[in-house]
């Protein structure tokens, strides 16, 4: 098992390449891949996935390259302390744009409860009166709380949002305050794309974490992009 938090940052070199993306494919939840809570004893949670896919590609009719990022996490309950990840907090700008936020508890008899979309609403990114929220107004966080959790649940969200400007792209963390089994950044490009990929812990570059080049189709369709 993977303990620590791992950052990546990709920095890519766009091409004319012309395409759009296609339909979202999400990996189904498979109940082999829970954990024994017993092997991390002092853990409220274990993040069971923790993935993070970024697809760089031209919207229909435009010539710039915008980058679509999906962010998949699976959390399992371990005690009853852990029932505060089933508070989802999905922070957003101006610069990117969050076409949708699924939410859902798995139980360990296979059943599953879904988040309504509706449940999420805006909320500040400062406490009303801070001096943080003096200089920065408007809203920066999208929040629900997921319903039903128990222990021993696993709580799934997923995240689909385009980014106008790769060069925004910030850097993707992997794991962080809780201990995690499987973590994965995996990048998209077209044919001519210099992807650089920039792996840090706690500051510092890491050596021994080297990206897998594997040929991929991603099948493409025509998408209207609207910000």
Aim: aromatic letters at 6%; hydrophobic letters at 40%.
């Amino acid at each position: 098992m993977r303990l620590r938090a791992v950052s990546v940052v990709v920095v890519a070199v766009l091409s004319s390449t012309c395409a759009s993306r296609g339909k979202v494919d999400i990996e189904k939840f498979s109940e082999t891949s829970r954990v024994d809570t017993s092997d991390f004893p002092d853990a409220k949670a274990v993040i069971l996935l923790d993935r993070t896919e970024v697809t760089y590609w031209p919207p229909a009719g435009k010539d710039s390259v915008i980058a679509e990022v999906i962010s998949t996490r699976r959390t399992q309950i371990a005690t009853p302390a852990g029932l505060d990840q089933a508070r989802v907090l999905v922070p957003f700008d101006d610069r990117s744009r969050i076409l949708t936020i699924a939410s859902r508890v798995i139980h360990p008899d296979g059943s599953v409860d879904e988040t309504h979309p509706d449940a999420f609403v805006d909320v500040d990114r400062f406490p009303e009166g801070s001096p943080a929220a003096r200089l920065y107004e408007g809203k920066g966080y999208k929040l629900t709380k997921v319903k039903g959790a128990k222990v021993g649940d696993v709580i799934e969200t997923v995240v689909v949002r385009w980014v106008r400007d790769p060069r925004w792209l910030e850097p993707v963390a992997v794991g962080g305050e809780l201990p995690f089994a499987r973590g994965e950044v995996v990048v998209n490009a077209p044919k001519g794309f210099d992807v650089d990929f920039r792996v840090t812990e706690q500051g510092r570059v890491v050596q021994d974490v080297i990206p897998t080049k594997i040929p991929t189709r991603v099948k493409l369709s025509d998408v209207t992009m609207k910000f």
